[in-house]
């Protein structure tokens, strides 16, 4: 829970934010109706995710509010009547993240949006490639404002590096004219390899070159900043930029993911599963294995779909922690299925680490016993679906053999 610090001294603004800020699940909305609570509030030394303050207060007519909330460091999103010029300015130099007219309902649910927004950043790390020193300076104090972590490069190979590194940056931003390496090959080089598909990337270069943002977004960019940048500019085409990037993610999860389980889904499982297959030449080993529970209806019946719900879930996980490296996937109910490329003996001593584990957990609150029967081919077949055919009959082989093993036999793994 992120506490939010609301000052508003008309009771039906502050209302109206109080409803919307409190609806969100992860926001608890602070507020003060003037600047004297809000010095006692201060003194009370609460974390503040953010603050939504009123630019005039009857205590204090001349923004003395947003001083005092600067001075703690909380980022500050200010409400005001209206905005000309010299009040933008100051407000921006003073280190407020944002203003907001209090012009419509609408202006209310953009300070929410921007709240939400600095929530999900506290979770995101951008790469800042430039090689100004003062440019890079101004945007990465700009992202960490808006708690962003950050982590910069001169140019486009030690980008390359960093990246390399630190596989969870979300967002690339970089300049295009820097020693080594360009912005546009940077881009062209990250965009050949597939670990860079899904990565966002902004192009920002000074004024001059008009072709310059074309040239960018050809090269694989999702958008671009001419400098020198309005904050407002950079901020929203950042935050555009991550939320188009989050709706992605979205996507592909609802698309892709078993929703039970939180593993990869059958559609996932058979994509990818292809591509592998074509490729299988390159790797150490092509296994294909299918795990099914044993006598798993006999869980339902008796406890419930909610207790058998939460065993394959738990099941899954145990899947997915002994076989990281490889393709899982859920192939039908209680059926599930690893793609491995490693060598057929890595993936038989996983295998059987996997039944030991099983046998050794007590699944669900109800601390049942459980055991899994599972199909193996190692051979080399002519498609996937032979593949995971002969999977299927070797895993139909163990339960006719008496269930809790694995086919074909080995001592090894049974
Ligand atoms: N709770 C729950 N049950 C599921 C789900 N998907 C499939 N099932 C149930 O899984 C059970 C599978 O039963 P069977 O195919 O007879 O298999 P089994 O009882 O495990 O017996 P063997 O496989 O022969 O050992 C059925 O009762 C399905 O309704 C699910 O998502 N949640």
């Known amino acids: 829970m992120y506490n939010i610090l609301v000052v508003e001294d008309t ?69 005001t009547g209206s905005v000309d010029e010299p009040l933008r300015a100051s407000l921006l130099a003073q280190g407020v993240l944002d203003y907001i007219t209090k012009d419509a309902s609408y202006s209310y649910r953009q300070v929410v949006k921007i709240l939400e927004r600095l ?54 931003i970089s300049d295009h004219y820097m020693p080594e390496m360009s912005g546009f090959e940077l881009v062209r080089q990250l965009r050949e390899q597939p670990q860079y598909q899904n990565l966002t990337i902004i192009g920002v270069s000074a004024q001059g070159d008009p072709v310059m943002s074309a040239k960018f977004i050809k090269s694989g960019a999702n958008d671009f900043l001419t400098k020198p940048f309005y904050q407002e500019e950079f901020y929203w085409r950042v935050f555009s930029a991550l939320e188009s990037m989050e709706m992605m993610e979205a ?15 059958r559609r996932y499982l058979f994509e990818q599963g292809e591509k592998l297959f074509i490729e299988k030449h390159k790797f150490a080993g092509f296994g294909v294995c299918m795990f099914d529970l044993d006598e798993f209806k006999e869980v339902n019946d008796s406890l419930g779909h909610l207790i058998g ?17 490889d393709l899982l996937g859920r192939y039908g109910g209680e059926e599930f299925v690893v793609i491995s490329t490693r060598s057929e003996e890595a993936l038989r001593k996983d295998i059987a680490n996997f039944m030991y584990t099983v046998r050794c957990t007590l699944f669900t609150e109800k601390n049942l016993a459980m055991t899994c029967s599972v199909g193996v081919c190692f051979e080399p077949m002519t498609s996937l679906n032979e593949s995971l055919g002969a999977a299927d009959a070797q895993l139909y082989q163990a339960k006719a053999f008496g269930r809790n093993r694995v086919e074909p036999y080995d001592s090894e793994v049974a």
């Open 11 to 79: 009771a039906v603004v502050r209302k109206i934010l109080e409803n919307l800020i409190g609806s969100n699940p992860f926001f608890r909305c602070v507020s003060c109706k003037d600047f004297a609570s809000v010095h006692e509030v201060m003194k009370q030394n609460v974390d503040f995710l953010a603050a939504v303050v009123d630019l005039n207060l009857p205590d204090a007519p001349n923004g003395e509010v947003v001083e005092e909330v600067l001075r703690h460091r909380i980022p500050t999103v200010v409400l």
């Open 119 to 172: 929530r999900k950043n506290l979770s995101i790390k951008v790469l800042v490639v430039e090689d100004s020193l003062v440019c890079s300076n101004i945007m990465c104090n700009l992202l960490r404002k808006a708690l962003i972590e950050v982590v910069v490069a001169k140019n486009g190979v030690e980008a390359l590096r960093v990246l390399e590194k630190e596989p969870d940056i979300k967002m690339v």
């Open 251 to 265: 996507i592909h999860k609802a698309v892709y993911v078993d929703v039970l389980t939180g593993i990869h889904n």
């Open 309 to 325: 719900d939460q065993l394959i879930a738990q099941f899954a996980g145990i899947l997915k922690k002994t076989f990281a490296d």
